[in-house]
């Protein structure tokens, strides 16, 4: 029950209330080869609200102001200059309570797996418990190797093709910041266009009969055979939503074939 | 009515059963500026079991064939090199019917807008009705002009952070991908590891009392003053849910430490 009180936030979406623990997880690469996926993750994490970013035994020295990281960190360069660097897993990871490592490889021994459908789970629980959370990503070509695997607490794969599945590092890293927003509420999307006012029903019933008369003027509506034309009509401009602007459009068209066909008799 | 018994699949999570119009949606790239992100692309929607990638007035000449595209592509230069290239839009997107611009930015006028949320019963009625759907992403810096937002269906918006929400255009591409697959039902996780048969609640008992023995002779549990020890260890061992072999190694280490508290003696 108190995991439950303590985590209301997430039910509610209220990501602002969400404990520290949670709301910044540390993102942990564990021997990135390329620079340029350091700086792509940096930008990727930040994209998402998260700031935290841990290095382990990276390939290039002094990674994080490589011109290659600062390039593809774009605007997320703060992000990558205040990332933690060390050489073990435990250095870095030293505050967190819950280790998830990112391995489409099952293996004997391993934590247990899930999908991304847990982390809401995930993010009830750590906040309960203030456990921090770290995800633990492996190096470009190998991966993580077992001992690493194995000192951590669950592992979290991202289902991919089944002919295909190797997501860059930096893809991998996008999509789990990406879903642990989603877990702890989302952001809010932009508000939408300004809606115009819409139509009444007596406004379009009045466009429909003006249509009839300007599509019998045309000779396109034969009175002997209609043919269920102004059904269709009506079904097509109900499933429109008009707005009353199209109507006084389409309503002006209507009276300038009428026009045109007087003329013309 | 129609619609549902169509689109039943989308329920079911059968993405072998998709209709081919949004199964193999088109992921149009709008003059994309940088030949990594174009490669990138491709092997972000390779990824989720997505090939049809389409390229309009990309800023490299031959930019399918471009050194740094094939790099990021990966394994996925075929999605790459099947892409189709064009001069405009409407060129390339000739066979869809469900346009959907990628934007953060609303535009007075501009088609509706829609979350991630949406893409579900976009898959529905784009399959009811047996539209092709193409998505739609616009230039590094300048997105997508206001000519060509106006000619598509709708608006998706990925909410990124209000602070720092500039994705790269691979990412975008990524995540759509990855909101797509899930629309379509979504890749199965691959078998956690084999579990261990469990231990019985017989054999957790008989640790427990062997523990408890253990800690007496150790002198750590005083009996005249045992301060919820057992029950403590009580539900540690319910919680850690424990294998029969956890149980076997648990009740070795006990004896071994009755052994020596008995040569001590």
Known sequence: MKERSDADFIEAGDAAACPPCIAQPLFV???????????????????????????????????????????????ADDVLRAAREGQSLDAVAADCGVL??????????????????????????????????????????AGLDNATVYGCDALLSLPTSP?????????????????????LGGFTLPQGPQAEPAATRAEVRELLEQARRALLALGFLDPAAPRRLIPRLERLAARSALSRQEVQILRGICRAVLLRCEQGD
Chains 1, 2 share one sequence.
């Not at 990135?32 to 700031?51: C, D, M, Q, W, Y």
């Not at 490592?101 to 293996?107: G, I």
């Not at 893809?171 to 990406?178: D, G, R, S």
């Open 29 to 75: 690469l564990v021997q990135p080869s390329r620079a340029g996926n350091v700086g792509a993750a940096a930008r990727a994490i930040k994209t998402l609200g998260f700031e935290q970013l841990a290095l382990v035994a990276a390939r290039h020295r002094d990674v994080r102001a490589q011109p290659e990281a600062l390039a593809f960190a774009s605007g």
């Open 163 to 183: 002919q295909y599945g190797s997501l860059n590092l930096s893809q991998a890293v996008q999509i789990v910041a990406w879903e642990w927003r989603r877990a």
């Open 100 to 141: 998830v490592a990112l391995s489409a490889r099952v293996r004997d021994f391993g934590p247990p797996l899930h999908g991304p459908d847990w982390l809401p789970q995930l993010a009830r629980s750590a906040a309960a418990q203030g456990r921090r959370v770290a995800f633990v990503f492996g190096n470009e070509r």
